[in-house]
Each structure stands twice: as C-alpha cells, then as structure tokens.
C-alpha cells in the first residue's frame, strides 16, 4: 500500500482537482472565471521553466557526451522513430475519417473569418527552423530554434575535449537544479490545475454543437483508441511485458498535466521526470523529449487529418483516392511536426492545411475552432508519444535487455 501510495498519490490528487476544476466550471461558471488567474499563476510559471530547461538539459546532454558518435545514432533514431509513428497516427485518423467522417450532413457557414494569404511554404521552414536575432532564442514561441541553437553548443562544448569539460559539468548541474524548480512549482499544481481546468470548461463547454461536436467524439474516441492499443504496443516492443508495466505506471502524470494545460510544453518537466522514472537513458530522454516537443506531436497529426477530411466535406470536395490520403497524410505529418507546444497551437499547421489545398478564407475559421475542440486530447496524445517513443528510441540505442535492470 505505501509503494503504491508513492507512485500514485500525487498523480491522484492532480486528478481529483481537475475533476473538482471541470465540476466548478460546470455548475460555476462566473466563480470558474474569477480564479482563472490561479491558474495563469501555474501556467506562466511552467512557460517560464521551459526555455532555460531546455537549453540546459539539451546543452548538457550533448555537451557531457564523450562519443559524438553516439549523438549521431540518438537522432537519426529519434528522427526515424518520430515519423513512423507519426505517419501511423496519420493513417489511423484516416480510416476513421473515412468509415465516420463528422462533416457528412453538416452545414457551416464560411463567410465568417480571417483573410488567409499564399504562404511561401519555403518561408515557413525558415521561420520554423531559424530566428534573426539571438535575443528571439529566449522565446517559447521559437522551440524549434532554440533546440537546434541548444543542440550546436552542446556538440561545440563537447568537440572541445577537456578544455570543456568545466563548462559541461556547470551545465549538469544547472540541469539538476532547474529540474529541482520543476520539482517546487509541481507542488503548486493541484491548485493551479483545478483553477485552469474550470476556467476551460465555463468558456468552451457550450462550443461543442452540431459537426464540431461529431468531430470531438470521433477524434476523442479514437485518441482512446490509438493510446490503449498503439502506445501499449510501442511500450512493449520498447521492453516486452515489463515495458508495458512500467509504462503505464508512470504515464498517469504527464497525461493528467496535458488534459489540464493543453500545452506539451507545460507537460514537459513532468514528461521528463517520467521518462527518468521508467528507466531510460539521461542523454535519450533529455535530447528526444525537447525536440519531440514540438517535433512528434501525434495527436496534432491526427487532427490535422481530421481537419483535412472535414473541409473537403464542407466544401463539396471529394476526400477519396489514393493520390489524396497520401497527400493529406504527408500534409498532417509535416503540419504536426512544425507546430508548437503551447495552448491552441495548432496555428501554423492550420495555415498550411488552407493554404496547401487553396481553400477560402472561410475554412480557416472552420478548423480554427476544431483545434480548439480536440485540443485537450490532443495535447495529451502528443504528451505521451513523445514518453512511448523515447522508450523506442532507448531500444534501439541500448538493445532489448535495458529493461532487465528496471525495478
């Protein structure tokens, strides 16, 4: 009983505050809007962890490594780990869509929304990828930059050899200390979820009508699906049975922050101390969870295939051939793996899925409010494939017998 009370008690009473969150912005709704700054508190304190998180996790890892090579098989694992799993999430949002697509007998005006402009989608790689000014770098808004930027320091440290050694010591310990800030702020985290999740349900409880609501079900439905069945099947070929046991043991966490904060960025220091907890290695964990942030975001790729299916509904179009799912999957997975890890994220990719298919303005009101529908989901799909896929990553690095020494 006290084993299991350590390993669950505080996922439970996490648990607990976002029922007692989701009941007071139910039957409260003008109470659940007053405390909603108890929850910014939270949410602005895990946004404020991210940045230097990152760069010293990240900076560190690579930094302490003695063997660039083995840098070198951590990515192009990890890469190759990421798009499998993410093109699979795109095909099984795709055969849902196509036996039960939401749109069908749904009329949607159009005529509302923002004017979407051509996009160069070259112009959208570089500001994805790049910033113009270091001073950008310090911004949750540019992970992806900030990562590559982490990552190129980190191998200059390490390719120092012992003149770097110093600096690459500084930077563990910077990791330990900002992991123990994590620590601190999670404390505050029953409170700061509850008041959130409340805020949440009192403002978009009543948008889910009529196809919007048809699309909730079916994306939620099948993110149950897909986590039960794929997740599980990833964690045992990641460890086998013991795999299986460990993974679901320490997922609750990261899943129950992602439900309340909508954000894979906020569910990152929780991620990572689940990820050290199922036993995998500290230079997997530290390199695959950041990137993977922003770069394998499961539950976005399925909704963008969601996304995709429903505009071509609405607006008469035929979402049918092999020629159009496999441009609507290679859309969702290129969609999913530039969009960004904070509430409503779901921007860029948005942007694309219009602009790539030459839709009317219209559309992206239309999926603007979809992603806001499925957010919650979907952020906590992203959350744990991210943990699933570094338990992959870690397979393929250690072999089949790092499982053997997990308790």
Same mark, same amino acid.
């Given at each position: 009983?006290?084993?299991?009370?350590?390993?669950?008690?505080?996922?439970?009473?996490?648990?607990?505050?976002?029922?007692?969150?989701?009941?007071?912005?139910?039957?409260?709704?003008?109470?659940?809007?007053?405390? *909603?700054?108890?929850?910014?508190?939270?949410?602005?304190?895990?946004?404020?962890?991210?940045?230097?998180?990152?760069?010293?996790?990240?900076?560190?890892?690579?930094?302490?490594?003695?063997?660039?090579?083995?840098?070198?098989?951590?990515?192009?694992?990890?890469?190759?780990?990421?798009?499998? !799993?993410?093109?699979?999430?795109?095909?099984?949002?795709?055969?849902?869509?196509?036996?039960?697509?939401?749109?069908?007998?749904?009329?949607?005006?159009?005529?509302?929304? $923002?004017?979407?402009?051509?996009?160069?989608?070259? $112009?959208?790689?570089?500001?994805?990828?790049?910033?113009?000014?270091?001073? $950008?770098?310090?911004?949750?808004?540019?992970?992806?930059?900030?990562?590559?930027?982490?990552?190129?320091?980190?191998?200059?440290?390490?390719?120092?050899?012992?003149?770097?050694?110093?600096?690459?010591?500084?930077?563990?310990?910077?990791?330990?200390?900002?992991?123990?800030?994590?620590?601190?702020?999670?404390?505050?985290?029953?409170?700061?979820?509850?008041?959130?999740?409340?805020?949440?349900?009192?403002?978009?409880?009543?948008?889910?009508?009529?196809?919007?609501?048809?699309?909730?079900?079916?994306?939620?439905?099948?993110?149950?699906?897909?986590?039960?069945?794929?997740?599980?099947?990833?964690?045992?070929?990641?460890?086998? !049975? *013991?795999?299986?046991?460990?993974?679901? *043991?320490?997922?609750?966490?990261?899943?129950? %922050?992602?439900?309340?904060?909508?954000?894979?960025?906020?569910?990152?220091?929780?991620?990572?101390?689940?990820? *050290?907890?199922?036993?995998?290695? $500290?230079?997997?964990?530290?390199?695959?969870?950041?990137?993977?942030?922003?770069?394998?975001?499961?539950?976005?790729?399925?909704?963008?295939?969601?996304?995709?299916?429903?505009?071509? !509904?609405?607006?008469?179009?035929?979402?049918?051939?092999?020629?159009?799912?496999?441009?609507?999957?290679?859309?969702?997975?290129?969609?999913?793996?530039?969009?960004?890890?904070?509430?409503?994220?779901?921007?860029?990719?948005?942007?694309?899925?219009?602009?790539?298919?030459?839709?009317?303005?219209?559309?992206?009101?239309?999926?603007?409010?979809?992603?806001?529908?499925?957010?919650?989901?979907?952020?906590?799909?992203?959350?744990?494939?991210? %943990?699933?896929?570094?338990?992959?990553?870690?397979?393929?690095?250690?072999?089949?017998?790092?499982?053997?020494?997990?308790?």
């Amino acid at each position: 009983m006290k084993k299991i009370l350590k390993n669950y008690l505080f996922p439970i009473i996490v648990l607990v505050s976002i029922i007692i969150g989701t009941l007071i912005g139910v039957y409260a709704p003008n109470f659940a809007k007053e405390i *909603k700054p108890f929850g910014d508190i939270f949410l602005n304190l895990m946004f404020t962890i991210v940045v230097p998180l990152v760069f010293v996790t990240i900076a560190s890892s690579i930094a302490n490594m003695v063997d660039l090579r083995r840098l070198g098989k951590i990515m192009s694992r990890m890469f190759a780990v990421f798009f499998v !799993t993410c093109v699979i999430s795109a095909i099984v949002m795709l055969v849902a869509t196509i036996i039960c697509n939401p749109a069908n007998g749904t009329n949607i005006s159009t005529e509302a929304g $923002e004017v979407v402009e051509a996009s160069n989608i070259g $112009e959208k790689i570089v500001a994805a990828l790049t910033v113009t000014d270091f001073s $950008e770098l310090l911004s949750r808004s540019n992970m992806l930059p900030l990562i590559i930027f982490t990552i190129l320091f980190g191998i200059g440290i390490s390719s120092l050899g012992e003149k770097g050694k110093k600096l690459a010591e500084m930077l563990n310990i910077a990791s330990q200390a900002m992991m123990k800030v994590v620590k601190f702020v999670m404390y505050y985290a029953p409170i700061g979820l509850c008041a959130y999740f409340a805020s949440l349900v009192s403002i978009f409880g009543a948008a889910l009508l009529e196809g919007y609501i048809k699309a909730f079900v079916l994306y939620t439905v099948i993110c149950v699906i897909y986590f039960l069945i794929f997740y599980t099947i990833y964690a045992y070929v990641a460890g086998g !049975t *013991k795999g299986i046991k460990i993974f679901y *043991k320490n997922v609750l966490s990261p899943t129950a %922050t992602a439900l309340a904060t909508q954000s894979s960025l906020a569910s990152l220091p929780s991620n990572l101390e689940a990820t *050290k907890n199922i036993g995998l290695r $500290e230079d997997v964990r530290e390199v695959c969870l950041p990137i993977g942030t922003t770069m394998n975001m499961h539950g976005s790729v399925m909704g963008a295939i969601l996304k995709i299916a429903f505009l071509f !509904t609405v607006f008469g179009q035929s979402f049918s051939g092999i020629g159009t799912f496999t441009t609507a999957v290679l859309i969702a997975v290129l969609s999913g793996m530039v969009m960004s890890g904070i509430p409503g994220g779901g921007l860029i990719g948005e942007m694309l899925i219009v602009s790539l298919y030459s839709f009317p303005a219209g559309a992206f009101a239309i999926i603007a409010t979809i992603g806001i529908v499925i957010d919650a989901p979907a952020t906590a799909v992203n959350v744990v494939g991210n %943990t699933s896929s570094a338990m992959l990553i870690n397979r393929l690095i250690e072999g089949k017998n790092w499982i053997k020494n997990i308790k």
